[in-house]
């Protein structure tokens, strides 16, 4: 079967560094996608991955292992506002999206 | 730009009764997917569709159906509601159906009873 795991919740301080991980076991990969979901709302895109190494976009930044089946988001300088979860989501040999359950990260002062 | 919208917010509605979900894109994406969401799981993939005029079964179709009648318009139907079906829908949209980013309407928040 096809499975992602990410921690359930995380807690982090205003200021500082998190990493979220994320291990995956897919029929096939074409990428590995980062999204972020306030509560209430609809997820929307921070980053996508489908080569090697790190990805660095402002405060955001993802990694991936493609050998490892494993990724990982970093968010630098924390701010109240990235309290939210954080979805990954593999695209399969068929092109669709497996999500995991998301990481619901807490930020406190 | 819109994006996608869907409609309505939300809905309560009662068991064994018939229900579309309305979701409509204005970026002229070719591919366009529902989702549900529930909690402690990810996102699901219901029924998707890589282009107007063609359809394909999700991860959890049973009790759904869809139509892509043009570009725009995809609706969710459900034909007889259980109360299982009580979840967020997500519609969402793509340029492709490959590697494109999907990008997301707000939801629609469906309480079966």
């Known amino acids: 079967g096809q499975n992602i795991d990410q921690p359930t919740e995380m807690t982090a301080t205003e200021g500082a560094i998190v990493q979220i991980n994320c291990t995956y076991q897919?029929?096939?990969?074409?990428?590995l996608f980062w999204y972020q979901q306030h509560a209430g709302e609809a997820p929307t895109f921070l980053s996508y991955?489908?080569l090697d190494g790190l990805e660095e976009k402002g405060r955001f930044s993802s990694f991936l292992s493609r050998s490892k089946g494993y990724s990982y988001l970093l968010l630098k300088e924390l701010q109240m506002k990235d309290s939210a979860s954080y979805l990954c989501?593999?695209?399969?040999?068929?092109?669709?999206?497996?999500w995991g359950a998301g990481t619901k990260l807490i930020i406190k002062p | 730009t819109a994006g996608i919208t869907q409609a309505p917010t939300s809905q309560i509605l009662a068991a064994g009764r018939s229900m579309t979900l309305r979701c409509t894109q204005d970026?002229?994406?070719?591919?366009m997917y529902w989702y549900r969401q529930d909690l402690g799981l990810g996102l699901r993939l219901i029924h998707y569709?890589?282009?107007?005029?063609?359809?394909g079964k999700g991860e959890v179709p049973d009790g759904y159906s869809v139509s892509r009648a043009n570009t725009d318009d995809f609706p969710l139907t459900l034909a007889s509601a259980v109360p299982s079906q009580t979840s967020v829908y997500f519609c969402?949209?793509?340029?492709?159906?490959?590697?494109?980013?999907?990008?997301f309407g707000p939801g629609t928040r469906l309480t079966v009873l």
């Open positions: 969402a949209s793509s340029r492709s159906g490959s590697t494109d980013t999907q990008y």
């Open positions: 970026m002229r994406h070719n591919a």
């Open positions: 569709s890589n282009t107007a005029g063609t359809t």
């Open positions: 897919t029929s096939g990969f074409n990428g």
């Open positions: 991955n489908v």
């Open positions: 989501a593999v695209l399969d040999s068929n092109y669709q999206l497996i």
